[in-house]
């Protein structure tokens, strides 16, 4: 009876001990190819994050009068709240107009390589300097937002503390590095997977842990790694099969629309896959509405493999983990318009 509990002890130990190796083993592959989120926003070259900036930055983001007309700030179409996004499949700009993609979210976009679904802009600050200008989102120009920021003292006087030694800090320029301090601040530490690969077993399910194998195994990780699982290279979207014209519309050709070359056809940035629970609609045409779809449609048009259900399930779980502690804004409270402010340009008028 004896001999018989000791062998089973031993047994439950071997288990055990090959149960955490193989855990350990999850973990170290994982951690050759992925990052946790840091605790703190990253230092971003030229660019200091006093608080001041970053204060500022943030009354620019929610600040509508930044818009032809009055009603659209970058939360509009960046809803803080609500995964950094808008959840609608293609956003609506000035005079309710569609633009051509999906919003992605401004959440961890610090981490990416370069911006957009095309990565036509370098980094934050240059992005910025898009939506503002863009007939179908902002409709404004440059030196609307320079009067606009200079009719109001506060401006003037949050635009020198956050950018002290310039003569004449109230630039279209400045407003857009400002916006990008306070989107440095817009990341999510503490994701489960992040809990995991710092050596908290339970902070993820095994049908999480599954669908984490199947996702390095599969081949997701080629395209979807680093700190943001994508947001760093480009790939044709449909690298093995085409998805249909419903999910990858022939109007917009992506990156060839950037370099006019002939092997950027159709080409697009890997998406970060960071809180890809808080940002359906998916995909640059906001197409499909379901992550588990989404991924099954990634594993025929980029790895020409049919996933099973099963696969499909345990990999969007996985996904699911990638979900962090969104930060808490605190609602700027923005200056009072004054005589000299631009007046607001009717939402209606398509022709401004
Ligand atoms: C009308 C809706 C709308 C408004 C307003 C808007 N955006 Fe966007 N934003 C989008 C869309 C759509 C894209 C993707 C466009 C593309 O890839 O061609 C985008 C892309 C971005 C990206 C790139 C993220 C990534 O992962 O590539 C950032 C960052 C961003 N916007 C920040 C801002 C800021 C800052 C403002 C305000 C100055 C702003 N947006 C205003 C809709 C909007
Ligand atoms: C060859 C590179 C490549 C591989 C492999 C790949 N992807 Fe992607 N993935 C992309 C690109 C490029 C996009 C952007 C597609 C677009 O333009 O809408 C994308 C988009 C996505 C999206 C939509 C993101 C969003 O914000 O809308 C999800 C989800 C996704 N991939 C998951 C996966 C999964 C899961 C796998 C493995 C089954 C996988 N991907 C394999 C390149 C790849």
Same mark, same amino acid.
């Given at each position: ?31 050759? @190819? ?13 660019? =200091?994050?006093?608080?001041?900036? $970053? ?19 970058? +939360? ?7 995964? #950094? ?19 992605? &979210? ?5 981490? +990416? ?20 200008? /863009?007939? $179908? ?60 690969? #710092?050596?908290?077993? /339970? ?9 984490? /194998?199947?996702? @390095? ?7 979807? /790694? ?17 998805? #249909? ?29 960071? +809180?890809?629970?808080? &940002? ?25 493999? =049919? ?39 009717? @939402?209606?008028?398509? &022709?401004?």
């Amino acid at each position: 009876m004896k001999r018989k509990i000791s062998l089973l002890t031993t047994a439950v130990c071997l288990s055990l001990a090959s149960s955490v190796a193989m855990a350990d083993a999850l973990r170290d592959r994982a951690a050759a @190819m992925f990052e946790a989120i840091p605790q703190e926003p990253p230092v971003i070259d030229g660019n =200091e994050l006093t608080p001041e900036k $970053v204060e500022l930055g943030k009354m620019l983001f929610f600040e509508p009068r930044l818009s032809a007309s009055h009603l659209i700030s970058c +939360n509009t179409c960046h809803n803080v709240g609500f995964g #950094g996004d808008d959840y609608l499949p293609v956003s609506i700009g000035h005079g309710w107009q569609q633009g051509p993609r999906n919003a992605p &979210t401004v959440f961890n976009a610090v981490f +990416n390589a370069a911006q957009f679904w095309d990565g036509r802009a370098a980094d934050l600050a240059e992005q910025a300097m898009g939506p503002v200008q /863009a007939g $179908v989102e902002m409709a404004s120009t440059p030196e609307r937002v320079v009067d606009t920021l200079n009719s109001m003292p506060e401006y003037i006087e949050r635009f020198k503390a956050s950018f002290p030694g310039q003569d004449d800090p109230v630039t279209f320029k400045n407003m857009a590095v400002a916006i990008e301090a306070f989107e440095a601040t817009l990341i999510t530490p503490n994701s489960p997977f992040d809990l995991w690969l #710092g050596g908290d077993d /339970a902070a993820m399910n095994d049908e999480q842990k599954e669908g984490l /194998a199947l996702f @390095m195994d599969k081949g997701c990780a080629a395209c979807h /790694a680093g700190v943001n699982f994508g947001g760093q290279n480009y790939f044709p979207f449909g690298l093995v099969k085409r998805p #249909g014209a419903d999910i990858l519309p022939e109007g917009d050709r992506g990156r060839f629309e950037v370099t006019q070359t002939a092997t950027d056809d159709y080409v697009f940035r890997a998406s970060p896959l960071r +809180n890809i629970e808080l &940002t359906a609609p998916y995909f640059h045409s906001g197409s499909v509405w379901d992550l588990e779809e989404a991924v099954a449609v990634m594993g025929v048009a980029q790895l020409g493999a =049919e996933l099973n259900d099963e696969e499909v399930h345990k990999i969007a779980e996985f996904l699911r983990t990638l979900t962090g502690e969104t930060p808490t804004v605190v609602y700027p409270h923005l200056p009072v318009s004054t005589r000299e402010t631009p007046r607001p340009v009717s @939402m209606l008028d398509t &022709t401004y």
